[in-house]
């Protein structure tokens, strides 16, 4: 038990994040949008297209949070610290971006409207940016002394991780796009496929560059990635990357709906299978595995059957939820 | 290294997003069951009213639900980002905890939250109840997870800890029943629902002023004061419970909320303080007004029980006097003046005044925030009674910190005050705004859209003033 159940919980807890990053990250990326997007009601329409599903993306992240608190707790009690500006230029983002659902439908004058536009437009892009930097800072590695971060203040600042900020916040505002194609229409969807083109081009570009970048960071990460065997059971991840990518650009030229949405996807998760490749099995790297950080196994199997029993539950209502909120999304939907 | 500064203001930046989170939560789950009970209403009695006011609360609420979210997602990093270390050793008990709350009541919440907002024309009458229903049982299996966890904090129990001072879990039914646990939940889930109860009994009561022919305010009025007569006096039972469970496992906690520093000579009991100055340096009162014996009958239920006082207590072990003992008086003078008001209004109704009586609904008005300021103090009383410890008698704060240096905290508190001032001061504006807005027959479920279907309840499209939908920027 205290071999399988750390793995068992690493792969729930990656899923969690999984579905935050992807969930969260159309609806952050329709955020992002508002940067480009100036008329008013397109962006009631861009708002309400995600206002009915945000709260219960967000609560994934509540659960990354809460579940490496009790299952990874080292892993938590290190990272936290270790990323700490990063988490809390985050969390103020999010503040702002999530009370501007409610506030801007509120707004009664011009000035007040515009506040709370670049409170959405600006939150959702520093969230991402953080979460970006803070995936980065990950990545490249935490320094950690006894039981506890060990690192300077500013570690979570390099080129890396800058990179890292910015794919993240150019990935989210794709995903943003397609999600636009896929539930507007006219002239919004029209330009939703313009952004989307632009930034599926600079996405791929920026796969590229950090998938070559990261295994130049840690002799283990180039190990699992260009060793052999290892080559056999990793080269389909940049295989079915191109794969994706042709059935992306076919979507946008063909016009289907949701397919440029789902190719996206199929990038994002594509890329979080190569960082769980790279990482594997380190919780923080380079030190701590998911095993070292692992909470007993009283604590990893009480939740565990809580989990198994729940999460099967929640991903039915949520996407029952998603289905009672289907179709385009017209003019005139008040969802405010 | 201990930087007692750092390890300060991050107890404060802590208490700081905690006591801004704890009102909308509070605020949420009263007002989900609120509208549980009004949609009920409706349904069963089919009266317009009932639905009129469903869909004047439930703006309200949508307000209020998204700021418990996003301030709510600050909570859950925040034990890891400036309590790396308590994170660390208790993790193992309380994570799981909170693991649980999220899987069982946030995810709940958030997912049926969506279609109780904007779903009514998409589900039908039937799902859609039982979609503020689950909605409010969310937000009553929230309050389960985190006052269990909380209680912990107060009470420990259940655990074994490891040689380098670490909490493992040994009993899962001990740890979620803590010792603490039934009383705490009892008092904070009525604590919600008197809250709620004043601010509707408040908002009725002001557009009563204004017009007393508006039967959705009489409806409020009426109910916010059955909920006051019956729950305030019950309120006033659970809390003198609860402060005789603390007596037994906190026992200086409830020696600083008495300003008790000194055991009684035998046979003389415990005065009541009425009023008083603590001063930790002296350990002993300024000023002091009491009142002989009553002491003794509230905390033991006899003439001549004794506590013990604080300076059985080394310096270092006692909590902040002061903080507690101001903060308890509070609590305990606005739960008194509750019970009263809901007392008053059933005179009132007897009489068959309720309606008319402009006096009391001034009161009513004035006591709006009654139940939020005293569950703020209650809370105050709690937290700061549990000092110097962060899980009680085991862990101690100033053991508990990350190695966060006095700068980085500094200048992150510094970020969440301009950010919380900003967006909280905006949201508490908003929803002062909306609920001075008179509650109308056919009230829309949402008056704000720039456009509007035709839907189930038309009503007025309700523009934006001076934006024209198609403004660019």
């Known amino acids: 038990m205290a071999y399988a159940l750390p793995l068992i919980w690493a792969a729930l807890l990656a899923f969690a994040i999984l579905a935050y990053v992807v969930l969260d990250g159309f609806d952050l990326g329709v955020g992002i949008l508002f940067l480009v997007e100036h008329r008013e009601d397109d962006r009631d329409l861009m708002m309400n297209s995600v206002a009915p599903v945000w709260d219960g993306n967000e609560t994934w992240l509540v659960l990354g949070g809460g579940g490496l608190f009790a299952v990874f707790p080292l892993a938590y009690a290190t990272l936290m610290p270790a990323l700490y500006p990063a988490i809390i230029g985050m969390l103020l983002a999010l503040v702002f971006r999530g009370v501007a659902f409610e506030f801007r439908f509120k707004a009664r004058t011009r000035t007040s409207r515009r506040m709370w536009n670049i409170a959405f437009a600006g939150g959702s892009t520093v969230a991402a940016l953080c979460q970006g930097l803070a995936l980065g800072a990950l990545v490249q590695g935490i320094h950690i002394i006894g039981r506890g971060y060990g690192g300077g203040w500013w570690d979570w600042v390099t080129g890396f991780t800058i990179l890292c900020g910015i794919a993240v916040v150019i990935g989210y505002a794709l995903l943003g796009a397609t999600w636009l194609i896929w539930r507007t229409e006219g002239e919004l969807q029209a330009r939703a496929r313009r952004h989307a083109r632009a930034l599926g081009v600079a996405v791929l570009a920026l796969i590229v560059v950090i998938s070559l970048w990261t295994p130049m960071l840690n002799p283990r990460f180039s190990a699992r990635w260009f060793g052999w065997p290892e080559i056999l059971l990793t080269s389909p991840v940049p295989i079915l990357t191109a794969l994706l990518a042709w059935g992306f650009w076919h979507g946008l030229s063909r016009r289907h709906d949701a397919a440029p949405f789902l190719c996206v996807l199929g990038w994002f998760v594509l890329c979080f299978i190569g960082l769980g490749i790279s990482l594997f099995p380190y919780i923080v790297p380079p030190d701590l595995t998911i095993w070292q950080a692992a909470a007993p196994p009283a604590s990893q199997g009480f939740l565990l059957v809580g989990a198994v029993v729940l999460v099967p539950i929640i991903l039915a209502y949520t996407g029952y939820a998603y289905w009672v909120f289907r179709g385009k999304i017209r003019p005139g939907m008040h969802y405010h | ?473």
């Open chain 2, 1 to 473: 290294m201990i930087d007692h500064g750092a390890v300060f203001l991050a107890r404060l930046q802590f208490a700081f997003t905690l006591g801004f989170h704890i009102v909308f939560p509070a605020f949420s789950i009263g007002l989900a069951s609120y509208l549980a009970v009004l949609e009920a209403l409706w349904l069963r009695s089919g009266r317009q009213v009932f639905l009129d006011l469903f869909h004047y609360w439930i703006k309200i609420f949508a307000i209020g639900f998204a700021m418990g979210v996003v301030s709510g997602v600050v909570m859950s990093y925040q034990f890891g980002t400036n309590w790396g270390s308590f994170s660390d050793k208790t993790g193992p008990v309380l994570g799981p905890l909170l693991g649980y709350e999220v899987l069982t009541a946030f995810f709940l919440e958030s997912g049926f939250l969506g279609v109780m907002l904007f779903g009514m024309e998409r589900v039908g009458r039937g799902l859609h109840f039982l979609a503020t229903c689950l909605v409010a049982l969310g937000t009553l299996i929230s309050a389960f997870w985190i006052l269990s966890a909380n209680s912990w904090m107060q009470t420990p129990a259940g655990f074994t800890t490891t040689a380098d001072g670490r909490f493992l879990p040994a009993d899962w039914l001990a740890v979620i029943f803590n010792p603490s646990f039934p009383y705490r939940l009892a008092h904070m889930v009525l604590a919600t629902y008197l809250s709620v109860a004043f601010l509707v009994g408040a908002v009725g009561a002001f557009h009563l002023l204004r017009d007393r022919a508006n039967e959705a305010a009489r409806v409020m009025v009426s109910m916010a004061l059955w909920m006051a007569l019956i729950v305030a006096p019950l309120q006033v039972l659970v809390g003198d419970q609860h402060g005789l469970n603390t007596l037994l496992h906190q026992p200086a906690k409830v020696a600083a909320m008495e300003g008790d520093w000194l055991d009684p000579a035998p046979g003389a009991g415990e005065p009541l303080v009425l009023f008083g100055w603590p001063d930790d340096d002296k350990a002993a009162n300024l000023h002091e007004i009491a009142i002989p014996h009553l002491g003794s009958l509230i905390l033991t239920h006899s003439w001549t029980g004794a506590i013990k006082g604080l300076r059985d207590w080394a310096p270092a072990d006692r909590p902040p006097v002061p903080v507690v003992f101001f903060a308890f008086r509070i609590m305990v003078g606005l739960g008194l003046l509750m019970v009263g008001v809901g007392l008053l209004g059933a005179w009132l109704r007897w009489r068959g005044q309720l309606y008319q009586a402009a006096w009391f609904h001034r009161i009513q008005v004035a006591m709006a925030p009654a139940g939020f300021i005293a569950l703020l103090t209650g809370w105050m009383v709690t937290e700061v009674g549990r000092q110097p410890y962060t899980v009680y008698g085991m862990l101690r704060t100033i053991d508990s910190a990350s190695p966060i240096g006095l700068p980085g905290v500094a200048i992150s508190l510094a970020g969440f005050a301009i950010v919380y001032f900003i967006v909280y001061g905006a949201g508490i504006a908003i929803l002062l705004r909306e609920m001075a807005r008179p509650p109308v027959p056919g009230e829309p479920s949402a008056p704000r859209s720039p456009t509007r279907a035709a839907g189930l309840m038309p009503g007025p499209a309700g523009a934006i003033e001076d934006i024209p939908p198609t403004a660019a920027e």
